[in-house]
Every structure is written in structure tokens, then in C-alpha cells.
């Protein structure tokens, strides 16, 4: 028998580790023993194309891992593969494990759905495929016009390890992935995390192994897809301590290890590691969700609000790592006002990214299934976004759409900081006004960097010292790359540039760009070959107009 084990990333640069789960699951358990490989694609790629290049493997089974970003290319492609080739398909993943017998019933090109762990019940399903679909956990199959679903099995044991010699072949210096820890000790609403298993830890010097052979490979990036890795502090600790004691060393300078985390159960003894990290190994993603109390009541979120705001603080204070924080709009009992008041607040935590989502409502999470507690309207399609609930109507949420791009596209990029502080910390504006105004003026129009920075002069510039809204913008503007132009409006023609210009690029740095700002008589300049800075943006510093630094 020979399997092609698949999944379409939604991009390149992600090597996916689910199809690499189930290869290493097969050679452990199976007993029969089939030809596996695995072959991926993105979502972007030519599905036709794919099809045919998994056609040409001739494979008797296709196994697909389905999300909620990849699911309507993966049913085409098993389209175009069941239209031209006689094969078995079996689908898996959180698209499809929750929703199996709805997979069945309405595409007939998908033979079987297996949900639970594939480690384990996918070798039993090929072992078992031609023989008793009925002895093999988890799977849901037609059978005489009717379709069956087996129970799934819960397991205790940690999987075997996917980082099988062929991934590395295909790795290529990818971004790529580590499992330490299976399920969620949390059992939010909106997640399937907590639904998956009980929480389970992998064997630690499994672990540690794999840690080092990945940030061996090439790879710049490896992020865990623990749910909360912090669960358990302890074994957190020793993790993190694991990595700053090999980093350098058994761990290349320049791996950077991404970690979720629950920001307000941090212990001292894990912030204490955290400080002494060396500058860009760790990148921390701590799910905020809403600073409502009583909302993250409702969706059995819990959490001290208070402690986690103390505790993002300390960690940004580190100034050694890459904090992101994110909100997400729509959840049960928040209104437009509750979300604002949490967005200001988030906002000036000053975390180096932002996030605003949009809630989504997978198939098998509470808030999906339990209508009546958790009233809402969402699209039919994949990803399942909240259109309206009873605390924000349809216009909100639409309204919040342009709040998200001007999020992006002024603070989350690095490029606006300096007039958003000045809007902010000296204008005054609250953070939600600035990029909810703004963000619906511009209405999402995917204008380039010098009409975008036209815009927000063009908007604000009657709201506040016109002046200084023109210096920062211009600041701004030199710090985001050299090929970046400055809008012909925002510019001042003065002899005097010329003669700084001068002596700036004879006495200071020959790459050196400047901009007199005469509301404060300085020179600000930048020299564009350092990068400072977590916002990956260029480092500008002041001089007097004798060319003292200040």
C-alpha cells in the first residue's frame, strides 16, 4: 500500500508538523508497514497542479490534515484528485474531526474522517482499512448508505517524535514547529484547545533533544505550539533555563523560540529567567482576549486581569524580547464601549504588537454549539467570523475592520511610532479614536507608504499643531527604509538643509538622512544602516544645529 500524507500551509515559510505526526505514528504502530510520504503545497499554489503531482505518486490512500485556513483548497484539490484517479481519501484535523459526519454527507469524494490523536489511530486505520472499519477509534466511514462513527480512544503516552530525517530534508530553514504538551488546563468557549485531551506533558529530555536539533537545522524561527506553555511554571523554568544555558552554543546566536503563554500565572521564577534571556531568543504571544472581567467570565475564560497587565509591563521592561498582545471583538457581553475602554488600555501597555481579531467559531467549540448562552450571528463559511452579536451590531464590527488596518499599518508595523506618541502621549487622543477614525477614513484602500502618510497628515493635521503632526510624520517616515519618499506636501524648501545635509554626511555618517524640525530647533537624523530597536524600524537621534548630539 502506498500513502501520500498531505497538508496545504498557508504559506511557504510554515513547515507544518502534522503530516510529519502521522508519518512518525505510522512507522511506530503500524503493523502492516505502507509506503508513506508526505508531500505539502500552500493555499496559494496552483491546486490543479498539486492534484496532478499527487495523482502521478499513484498512491492508494491520501491523508489530509484540515484547518480552518486551508479546508476549502484541500476539499478542492480531493475534488480534482477523485475526478481523475480511483484512490481512498481520509480527512483529518479540527475541520473535519468536529464536524465528520457533515464531511461525509456532503462531499462524496471524502471516503473517511478520523478524529482523535493520528499517532495513534491513523496506522490503526490503514492496518484496519481493508479489513474492520469498525475496530479502528475515532474514524467515521459510510457502510451501506449509512455513515457510522467509532468512538475516539484517549491517550496518556507521548507521541513519538515527528523530527523524522526526511523533515529536516524538507525544512529547508523554514519556520518550524515544537510540540512539548497536549490539550489546555483552560477551557475557554471560543477554543478547541481544552477540548482536544486532557493536558498531558511530553517526556522533558525528548524534549530538550529536540530543541537542539531543530535550532540546529537552520531554521531562525521555532515556535511551540503548547496552548499555555507556562502551565506548569516549573517545567516552563526548566525549558527556558535549557535554552539560555545551550544558547550560543548547542543553540546557534539568532534562533529566536516562540512561546503562548498566560500572562497573568507568570511566576517571579520565570520572569527572572525571562530578564536575563540573551536579546531576540525569546518572543512571548500572550492571549488577552478582552480586559472585561465579567466577559471573560462568560466564556469560562479565566483570568486576573490585573496581574497580567503588571506582569506584560515587567516583561517589556526586559527590553530583550518581542511581546505580542491581542484582543479579539465579538465575545459574549461586550459592547463597542467595554471594547474600546480595553483596547486603550492594551494599547498602552506598549507591546511591541497589537493584534485585534475577529472572533471565529470553529466547529466543536461551546460557543458554536451552545446557541442559546452564547447568541450570535457568523458566516457559513470557513474561518466562521462573527458578523453580530447582541452586544455589537453588524456596522460595529465592520467599523472595528477599519480600526484593525489602521493597527497594522501605523503601530503593529513600526513605521508611525513617533506621531503616534505624539497623538497619544501629547495631543492626548485616546489610542481607539486615533486608529478607528482614522482607519475608517481611509476605508482599507491599499495605498502605498507615501499616499498613506499624505492621509494621516491630511486627517489630523486640523486637529492638532499642524507643525509638529509634519515633523513627526517626516521623522517616521526617514526611519522606515531609504527608498521611502516624503509626500512633496510634507516638505519645507529651506537653504539651511542643504548646508546640514553637508555637514551631517562629511562629519557624521555619509549615509546619514536628516529633517530640521523647527518646533524644537534640532536636527533629527538617522542613519539607516543600524537597526535598534523590537519595532524593526531605524533608530533616529538628535542634534543641535551645530551638530551636537542631544
Not at 183 to 210: H, M, N, Q, T, W
Amino acid at each position: 500500500m502506498k500513502v501520500v500524507i498531505s497538508c496545504l500551509n498557508s504559506k511557504y515559510v510554515h513547515a507544518s508538523l502534522s503530516p510529519w505526526c502521522l508519518l512518525a505514528g505510522v512507522r511506530e504502530f503500524s503493523e502492516t508497514a505502507p509506503h508513506c510520504i508526505v508531500m505539502e503545497s500552500t493555499i496559494n499554489g496552483d491546486t490543479e497542479a498539486f492534484a496532478r503531482k499527487i495523482i502521478d505518486e499513484k498512491p492508494d490512500v491520501i491523508a489530509f490534515s484540515c484547518y480552518i485556513w486551508n479546508i476549502t483548497k484541500t476539499l478542492e484539490v480531493c475534488r480534482i484528485i477523485k475526478s481523475n484517479y480511483a484512490c481512498r481519501i481520509v480527512l483529518g484535523g479540527p475541520e473535519a474531526a468536529y464536524r465528520p459526519k457533515d464531511i461525509l454527507e456532503k462531499y462524496d469524494y471524502i471516503d473517511f474522517v478520523l478524529s482523535g490523536e493520528g499517532e495513534w489511530c491513523f496506522p490503526e486505520f490503514l492496518d484496519n482499512l481493508n479489513g474492520n472499519l469498525s475496530a479502528v477509534a475515532g474514524l467515521t466511514y459510510r457502510k451501506d448508505n449509512s455513515v457510522f462513527s467509532n468512538p475516539e480512544k484517549e491517550y496518556q503516552e507521548t507521541p513519538p517524535s515527528p523530527y523524522l530525517d526526511e523533515f529536516f530534508v524538507s525544512l529547508d530553514g523554514r519556520i518550524s514547529y515544537i510540540e512539548t504538551a497536549r490539550g489546555c488546563p483552560y477551557r475557554c468557549a471560543f477554543c478547541l484547545s481544552g477540548r482536544c485531551s486532557p493536558l498531558r506533558f511530553f517526556d522533558i529530555e525528548r524534549v530538550k533533544r529536540d530543541i537542539i536539533r531543530l535550532a540546529k537545522s537552520g531554521t531562525q524561527t521555532v515556535k511551540f505550539v503548547d496552548r499555555t506553555f507556562n502551565a506548569d511554571a516549573q517545567r516552563a523554568d526548566e525549558i527556558l533555563a535549557f535554552i539560555k544555558e545551550n544558547y550560543g552554543s548547542e543553540i546557534p546566536s539568532g534562533v529566536c523560540f516562540h512561546f503562548e503563554i498566560a500572562g497573568d500565572i507568570l511566576r517571579e521564577s520565570t520572569l527572572e529567567i525571562l530578564s536575563s534571556m540573551p536579546g531576540g531568543a525569546v518572543q512571548l504571544e500572550i492571549g488577552v482576549q478582552s480586559l472585561n472581567e465579567e466577559t471573560l467570565r462568560r466564556i469560562n475564560r479565566r483570568a486576573d486581569t490585573n496581574k497580567l497587565i503588571e506582569n506584560v509591563r515587567k516583561l517589556i521592561s526586559f527590553g530583550n524580547m518581542h511581546v505580542h498582545i491581542d484582543l479579539i471583538a465579538g465575545l459574549t457581553g461586550e459592547d463597542i464601549n467595554s471594547f474600546e475602554n480595553g483596547f486603550n488600555t492594551a494599547y498602552f501597555l506598549k507591546a511591541h504588537m497589537l493584534q485585534l481579531g475577529f472572533l471565529k467559531l470553529l466547529h466543536g467549540v461551546d460557543m458554536r454549539e451552545n446557541k442559546e448562552k452564547y447568541p450570535c450571528e457568523f458566516s457559513d463559511e470557513p474561518p466562521y467570523e462573527v458578523t453580530s452579536t447582541p452586544w455589537l451590531s453588524g456596522d460595529e464590527l465592520t467599523m472595528l475592520k477599519g480600526c484593525e488596518d489602521a493597527l497594522d499599518r501605523l503601530y503593529n508595523s513600526g513605521r508611525f511610532l513617533l506621531t503616534l506618541d505624539y497623538l497619544t502621549d501629547e495631543v492626548g487622543f485616546e489610542p481607539f479614536y486615533v486608529f478607528n477614525s482614522f482607519g475608517n477614513y481611509v476605508n482599507g484602500s491599499k495605498m502605498r507608504l507615501t499616499d498613506y502618510a499624505q492621509a494621516l497628515f491630511d486627517f489630523f493635521s486640523d486637529k492638532c499643531d499642524k507643525e509638529i503632526l509634519r515633523e513627526k510624520i517626516v521623522c517616521d517616515l526617514l526611519c522606515c527604509s531609504s527608498s521611502v519618499q516624503i509626500p512633496d506636501a510634507l516638505k519645507v524648501s529651506d537653504p539651511l538643509y542643504k548646508k546640514l545635509k553637508k555637514y551631517f554626511t562629511e562629519n557624521v555618517d555619509k549615509n546619514i538622512k536628516i529633517a530640521i524640525l523647527y518646533s524644537k530647533n534640532q536636527v533629527f537624523a538617522v542613519n539607516q544602516g543600524k537597526t535598534k530597536n523590537l519595532h524593526n524600524r531605524y533608530e533616529g537621534e538628535y542634534y543641535d544645529e551645530n551638530g551636537n548630539h542631544i
